[in-house]
DNA sequence: TTATACAACTTGTATAGACAACAAAAAACT
DNA sequence: AGTTTTTTGTTGTCTATACAAGTTGTATAA
């Protein structure tokens, strides 16, 4: 067992705030309490809530405790939570479509090329999905992920939708941090038929790498937003 | 008013790192050497690290040390990083134009209401700036101050032309986290003029609100983009 | 010369306890 | 009933210590 214990209690928490056992706007068990329950002291417990605090999952005050963070105006999309996890704790109707996949290719897309350490050959899974927030498109994503040690992924459908979440169900694979690259550009064609909006209409792209909790494994996404309605915000 | 150890010793190191004297790129003391530098123990300093890890400062490699990071603008939070994989992130070629002010303004500009929680009349320092990285303007942007206990702040000028450090080393207010929302837009006539594009490119708009150590007191900025050249970047 | 092992660094994880500061509920006092 | 004070429970800060684990340089052996 190499995995620390604070992790542990990170990602424990993290499944009942994100399975809904811990409720929206609802108080966690106390600092102490969790002590008790995981069997550590006040200090290892505090940095895994330190840790939710900085992934947007809770919010602290003194004297008080942690709450579970409430829903949010506009959609926190820089912060690493997964798409499901924010439109739902959103209050929004989010709805997600895979227009392709999942379905194995390499990633022959350049625009990736500065984010990738390693130039391999392998396979990866590959998504295209449009992202509805009440019924208007306002994202058009591909994802690539590595194809390690994933029993089943393609044949199985996603849990609950959310691609996050089957990770960290199905595979133990917690995602944890995200760096990425952020532009205004004018949407191509394709990009502005599936969000609905004029071609050349100003769009923006993220371009993103998810660090999770198995060492060398990373998720790649590009994504198109259509801003018009909603913004992205972050918070650190 | 008392301020905590491990701000004192975040701040302390924050102002060594941004005078320069710990240099870009090269290791800070050893935790150890704080210890005794600041008479804390391990646990404080680290808590003082990790925050200048999270504000972008810093970068940490276990068995290693704590490296000052090499790009620090705007907080860390979101740094200027080079598309065409020439970084140009030092301060030597960056250069910042004031267009207007700092002059007394009230913020009549109506799309900074989703970001602030009291409606109130009063006067605020206000700032129009360009910046340019290696002569090409890449940002516009409109600062909001409150004009609270900011004596001769209009009159004299900024310290080595940085506000962030202007407001630490006179005022003793360390900028110390930041919410943001972000749009692509087209970019307007002026904007498009001063950032030597095309009218209707799009342009990456960045909504801003500041939190600083003084309680209450916060910092507002709106930013126009051009990431044709330069993409912003963002790491959790 | 080239490995290998070791030692001396570094940061990472974790325990155990203490007091301070803040918030909310309970008790005591008008 | 309404107000003030006290108590209780919470998070914030800090000390002191210990061992684990990664990095680097050096001494040793092949």
Redesign the pocket.
Known sequence: M?I?????IQASLKEKITSGIYEEGGL??????LCTEF??????V??A?NELVREGYIT???????TVSASRKSLGLLSLKGWTEVVVASDRHGKTLVLEGPMLKKMQNPIFRPLIDTESDEDFIFFKRLRLVEDLPVMYEHTYIPNDNLPNFIEEPLLEGSLFRTLLIRYQIDVQSMTQEVRAIAADKETANLLKIKTKSPVLHLLRKYKTSVEGFFLYSSIYCNTEKFAISSFN
């Not at 966690?28 to 309490?33: A, R, V």
């Not at 069997?39 to 290892?44: E, Q, V």
């Open positions: 190499k620390p214990l604070y992790r542990q966690l068990p106390s600092e102490n309490d069997n550590a002291t006040r200090m290892t505090r940095q809530l602290r005050q003194h004297g008080k405790g942690s």
